[in-house]
């Protein structure tokens, strides 16, 4: 073969090679990826997509180089061109590897979507910047400058933005330890309450029940006392408190009261049918003997309803079954006050 061929001959197969493997290897092993249960080979196939072409076309030029008999000059920096370029593509398939790993594994723990593609920014960004970083050294740029410069950017990047950084830190420890998560009803040590909409980088959002925001700073959040109604279960205990004439049969209140707890838990949305509801008498009170209903509930804001069903029927079958409610009564002894000489104090300014 005459030697002036050569040179096209690597390059067109190089060409030729690459265009198998994308478009004949790759996606047969992508559909038998398909049907394995293993995430991270169907993540490393994706990777190389477009990138194994570009390797293969790049080694054919690199085997074609001497065959041209360019002056050492455009030689040697066209060699220096093919192997930033084969850098910058190993660089691009690393990024795409390591970017969907973090998002398959913490999509696992943090199902937050816009949590996820934060996370594939930076692993991208850091990817890139060592990437780049290795191809000046390989081209004999000197990088201590460029790392000097980083270094001091980034510290006055720290120092400006140290509130923004602390709210970004601290959301990452919320999503980490998974003590509150989205869709989880809170309250807040100054009272706020309600559903967890968003943990972000900077905000953590609440949605309140008569559906307002709350909007919380992460740092805030972090460093308050917080009461997680949703963990460790979501079901919650509904405590209604009931009073009843010191002349009823005990027994038989608990009898009809809990006839009524059952009816409530397994019709009214919200409760949860397979509880038995407790009763416990605990106080002598004024007027009534006192006791705790214990219902269950679904979740925390099933509460309201469920306490306005109980108390709505519980009443009525009082009614029913002649059992009273006492109204509240206090005896009051008035001692009228009379002077010691045995006569009204203000019988001497009526007088006058």
């Known amino acids: ?82 192997v930033a370029l084969a850098l910058l593509a190993g660089t691009v398939a690393l990024m795409r590897f390591l970017s969907d790993v973090v998002v398959h594994y913490a999509g696992q723990y943090i199902p937050v979507p816009a949590t996820t593609s934060a996370f594939r920014a930076i692993v991208r960004v850091g990817v890139l910047v060592v990437g780049l970083l290795v191809i000046f050294q390989t081209l004999g740029v000197n990088v201590t400058p460029i790392l000097t410069a980083l270094g001091v950017g980034g510290l006055a990047v720290a120092l400006a933005l140290q509130d923004t950084l602390a709210n970004l ?40 029940l008569p559906n307002n925001l709350v909007i919380i ?73 006192n006791f705790t209903v214990v219902l269950r509930g679904q979740t925390y804001p099933d509460q309201p309803l469920l306490r306005h069903e109980f108390i709505k029927r519980l009443h009525r079958r009082y009614r029913q079954e002649g059992i009273e409610i006492p109204f509240p009564i206090r005896t009051v002894y008035v001692r009228e006050a009379v002077s010691a000489l045995g006569r009204d104090p203000g019988d001497g300014e009526r007088a006058s």
């Open 217 to 289: 700073p992460n740092t805030k959040l972090a460093s308050t006392i917080v009461t997680n109604y949703s963990l460790p279960e979501s079901e919650t205990a509904v405590l209604v408190q009931v009073g009843v004439s010191y002349d009823s049969d005990l027994e038989r209140v608990e009898r009809v009261t809990l006839e009524v707890a059952r009816e409530v838990l397994r019709t009214v949305p919200g409760g949860v049918p397979g509880f038995e509801p407790l009763i416990r008498y605990h106080t002598f009170g004024d007027s009534s003997i």
């Open 1 to 82: 073969m005459p030697a002036f061929l050569l040179p096209y001959v690597f390059i067109g197969g190089g060409l030729l090679v690459g265009l198998i493997v994308e478009r004949i290897v790759l996606n047969r092993l992508r559909r038998w990826a398909a049907r394995t249960t293993w995430k991270l080979d169907e993540i490393v196939i994706d990777a190389l997509r477009g990138v194994v072409f570009l390797l293969m076309t790049l080694l054919g030029l690199h085997l074609a180089l001497p065959y041209w008999h360019l002056p050492p000059t455009y030689e040697q920096i066209l060699s220096k061109a093919i």
């Open 169 to 208: 830190f601290a959301g990452l420890h919320i999503l980490a330890v998974r003590q509150i998560r989205p869709g989880d009803y809170v309250r807040l040590e100054s009272g706020e309450e309600g559903y967890v909409v968003d943990i972000g980088w900077r905000n953590t959002t609440i949605r309140t």
